[in-house]
């Protein structure tokens, strides 16, 4: 069972357009949300997250947009840069009262290309 | 951010041997853990590698199949045993500096092929 799921396992956008890369997820005990992009033979790296608390999020081009009531969550990457092709993975985690357990949950991720 | 050097980047290995993947950090890190991506999967959380004390592994992980060390604060090995080419995967080390797992940071990757 998947509890988080990226359907688009390809988006390709123009540069300079909007980027939108959409995320859902099915435990209610995510209250973390992390993005993170990685390019061909290189690890992750983090990207840009958000607290349940929050339903947005914004670090320079790129925003995140939480839904709990859908439990669903999107990025934004805007204007859409050649350099933005990767893959981006969506990640959750639980805080609850304790902080983090350490345990992310990824999903598969979306291979974005950004056409010149 | 801290420096991850994991070893080899990549490797085709026979069915039945094993290979131990190696991961060098920069600074101390008390949390480190190793990660696979199965071809077309997501990245699933296979241990935590506790310094001092044995890993702690996930549901579906046992110590016989992957035997991890954790000597000091900025390095660990993850062993692949008596591999088959279902183990066919990028095995990640990760560490995480931020004290709240809300980040985390990885190695490059190692590329495994079983035949």
């Known amino acids: 069972d998947q509890q988080v799921k990226q359907n688009s396992p390809s988006l390709s956008v123009q540069e300079g357009r909007i980027s939108i890369l959409n995320c859902d997820y099915t435990?209610?005990?995510?209250?973390?949300f992390l993005w993170y992009k990685k390019y061909p033979a290189e690890g992750p790296t983090f990207l840009i997250s958000?607290?349940?608390i929050k339903d947005k999020n914004e670090d320079g081009r790129f925003t995140v947009f939480l839904n709990k009531s859908a439990k669903h969550l999107s990025l934004h990457i805007v204007p859409s840069q050649p350099g933005d092709s990767a893959v981006y993975f969506c990640?959750?985690?639980?805080w609850g009262s304790g902080g983090s357990n350490y345990k992310l949950t990824f999903g598969k991720g979306t291979l974005l290309t950004v056409n010149p | 951010s801290a420096v991850i050097s994991q070893k080899p980047s990549r490797d085709i290995c026979q069915r039945g041997t094993s290979l131990t993947i190696q991961c060098q950090v920069d600074?101390?890190?008390?949390?480190m853990f190793w990660y696979r991506q199965q071809p077309g999967q997501s990245l699933t959380l296979i241990a935590t590698?506790?310094?001092?004390?044995?890993?702690?592994?996930e549901s579906g992980f046992v110590i016989d199949k992957f035997p991890i060390s954790r000597p000091n604060l900025t390095f660990s090995t993850l062993t692949v045993s008596n591999m088959s080419p279902e183990d066919s995967s990028i095995y990640l080390c990760?560490?995480?500096?931020?004290?709240?797992?809300?980040?985390?940071?990885f190695g490059s990757g190692t590329q495994l092929s079983v035949l």
């Open positions: 990760s560490v995480d500096q931020s004290g709240g797992g809300e980040k985390l940071f």
């Open positions: 600074s101390q890190v008390t949390m």
């Open positions: 590698a506790n310094q001092g004390s044995e890993a702690t592994y």
């Open positions: 990640a959750a985690d639980v």
């Open positions: 958000i607290s349940s």
């Open positions: 435990n209610s005990m995510f209250d973390y």
